[in-house]
């Protein structure tokens, strides 16, 4: 039997992922609120009795956030600036290797310039996973908009894996996946997608305490 402190820390939990998944949720495929969606994107703004209602609705035809796996919970219950890190990190980790199998320090120096330490440091740490063909010039003026790209369609890749329904990601994921590879190979991806997500989770998590 779980103690009481653990049922708190478990409510309390589940209450967070499903407000993070409400106002990450996409309310023009998520709900029959026609034109009045948009102005409820914000659910900060909801007040709880609206806030109730439209989480039910979405969650009986498209799932409880609270009940996915483990996995789905911490990808639903990231915000934009989480994701964008995720996506950045996994799209540049996927391409490395093909770009420069052995890094020197003037590449890498400019590597760092261009995409930052961070996720620099996760592709290097990952690099045995970079299968990206054909090789992507990283350094070129168009390769960190296909870096982005691919990375949310890792994203994406990962959500449908874990198959988050389209009503709790945010619209705006669609697009930012537009203009990406041809192609992406899926174990690959989903593995460097999965990593980058705990990565930026974990550290945000950490710097909440």
């Not at 709880?48 to 439209?54: A, D, K, P, S, Y």
């Not at 996973?129 to 949310?152: F, I, K, M, N």
């Amino acid at each position: 039997m779980r103690t009481p402190r653990s049922d708190g820390e478990a409510i309390s939990d589940a209450a967070r992922i499903r407000r993070a998944a409400l106002l990450s949720a996409d309310m023009l495929t998520a709900a029959r609120w026609d034109g009045t969606a948009p102005l409820l994107a914000d659910g900060s703004t909801l007040s709880r009795r609206l806030h109730r209602r439209l989480f039910t609705e979405i969650a009986e035809a498209h799932g409880d956030p609270a009940t996915f796996t483990d996995g789905a919970r911490r990808l639903i219950s990231m915000d934009a600036d989480g994701l964008s890190k995720a996506a950045f990190r996994a799209g540049f980790a996927y391409h490395l290797a093909a770009f420069c199998p052995a890094v020197d320090r003037p590449t890498l120096a400019r590597l760092r310039a261009a995409y930052g330490e961070e996720a620099v440091a996760f592709a290097l740490g990952h690099i045995n996973l970079s299968t990206a063909t054909p090789p992507l010039d990283l350094l070129s003026e168009q390769a960190r908009h296909v870096v982005e790209a691919d990375g949310w369609s890792m994203l994406t890749l990962l959500a449908d894996e874990y198959r988050i329904s389209a009503a709790w990601r945010w619209a705006g994921w669609r697009d930012m996946a537009e203009n990406g590879s041809a192609s992406l190979l899926k174990s690959p991806a989903l593995v460097l997608a999965t990593a980058a997500v705990d990565e930026v989770a974990s550290t945000q998590e950490g710097a909440g305490r």
